[in-house]
């Protein structure tokens, strides 16, 4: 349910308990200013946010590596073949 500020400070009881059920949305005009949640919805939230920001790009590749070994995967990849590298050859021909 979306709230205006004056009225859900008038019915604060109400919100709170209608919060129980679902977020409540308080506006100020038409502007989102402020969500009342249930605290269990809340406490799950902040777990969440706080396990994310605790995570490094070599804790999720460590994790994917943890997975492919224990389903047994192996990425294969192709030899390499050795191509043309404009850049470098371009580099070679102006060497002094």
Do not use: C
């Not at 349910?1 to 009881?13: C, G, P, V």
């Not at 209608?18 to 919805?41: C, D, F, G, S, W």
């Not at 997975?67 to 294969?76: F, T």
């Amino acid at each position: 349910m979306n709230w205006r500020i004056a009225e859900a400070k008038q019915k604060f009881s109400e919100l709170i308990n209608a919060a129980l059920k679902e977020p409540q949305r308080i506006y100020n005009r038409t502007q989102l200013v402020a969500v009342v949640v249930e605290a269990e919805l809340f406490e799950e939230f902040l777990s969440w946010h706080q396990q994310r920001e605790e995570r490094s790009l070599a804790d999720a590749f460590g994790e994917l590596r943890q997975m492919a070994a224990e389903e047994n995967y192996i990425l294969e990849t192709p030899s390499r073949q050795n191509r043309s590298n404009p850049f470098a050859d371009r580099l070679n021909d102006l060497s002094v």
